[in-house]
Antibody, heavy 122, light 107 residues
Framework: EVQLVESGGGLVQPGGSLRLSCSAS????????MHWVRQAPGKGLESVSA????????YYADSVKGRFTISRDNSKNTLYLQMSSLRAEDTAVYYC???????????????WGQGTLVTVSS | DIQLTQSPSFLSASVGDRVTITCRAS??????LAWYQQKPGKAPKLLIY???TLQSGVPSRFSGSGSGTEFTLTINSLQPEDFATYCC?????????FGQGTKLEIK
């Protein structure tokens, strides 16, 4: 059974840092691109960052570029999101997501973690 | 960035009804579109990908269609467990943007 379990969320002051982790199991972690998606309270979904299966390629939304760093340790089946210079608008539930694709290269997010809440407030 | 606009934002319907939700993209995305269902306090659940392919385990009353810039999600014979928020996502180009969501409520 595929499982994605996030951890590391919590309350942090503006300007502070936090590292989220996502422990993956039930599939060959090193074969999949992984994403972080966030959802602010009462708002829609926002793609935050992505990393290729090998870790060699990364993507960041403009809203977090230069402040967040995505990484992965395929030997530990773990995805990370290092967040720094946090702002109130970063307050959200952060989901770890597996990206899959079909034979026609149609991509989709097939497994999501339960999410971890990050609250940025003084 | 590619913008996705869903309509309507709110939808009120009864058990047994058929409902349709539309998602319009600001530029062509071929069939790189997925639909998700989200219930309060839960992670989104994949329903449909490649615009019309039903994810394994999803009931056949859900269907999707469209290509290019206009897409639809149809739910036939609504069941009580279908009342939730539905969201489209384009996976044609980064950033993989989402629609703003359609909240389906019980009439």
């Amino acid at each position: 059974e595929v499982q994605l379990v996030e951890s590391g969320g919590g309350l942090v002051q503006p300007g502070g840092s936090l590292r989220l982790s996502c422990s993956a199991s039930g599939f060959t972690f090193s074969s999949y691109n992984m994403h972080w998606v966030r959802q602010a309270p009462g708002k829609g979904l926002e793609s935050v960052s992505a990393i290729s299966d090998s870790g060699g390629s990364t993507y960041y939304a403009d809203s977090v570029k230069g402040r967040f760093t995505i990484s992965r340790d395929n030997s530990k089946n773990t995805l990370y999101l290092q967040m720094s210079s946090l702002r109130a608008e970063d307050t959200a539930v952060y989901y770890c997501v597996r990206r899959n694709y079909d034979s026609g290269n149609h991509r989709y997010f097939d497994y999501w973690g339960q999410g971890t809440l990050v609250t940025v407030s003084s | 960035d590619i913008q996705l606009t869903q309509s309507p934002s709110f939808l009120s319907a009864s058990v047994g009804d058929r409902v349709t939700i539309t998602c319009r993209a600001s530029q062509g995305i071929s069939s790189y579109l997925a639909w998700y269902q989200q219930k309060p306090g839960k992670a989104p659940k994949l329903l449909i990908y490649a615009a019309s392919t039903l994810q394994s385990g999803v009931p056949s009353r859900f269907s999707g269609s469209g290509s290019g810039t206009e897409f639809t999600l149809t739910i036939n014979s609504l069941q009580p467990e279908d009342f939730a928020t539905y969201c489209c996502q384009q996976l044609n180009t980064y950033p993989y943007t989402f629609g703003q969501g359609t909240k389906l409520e019980i009439k």
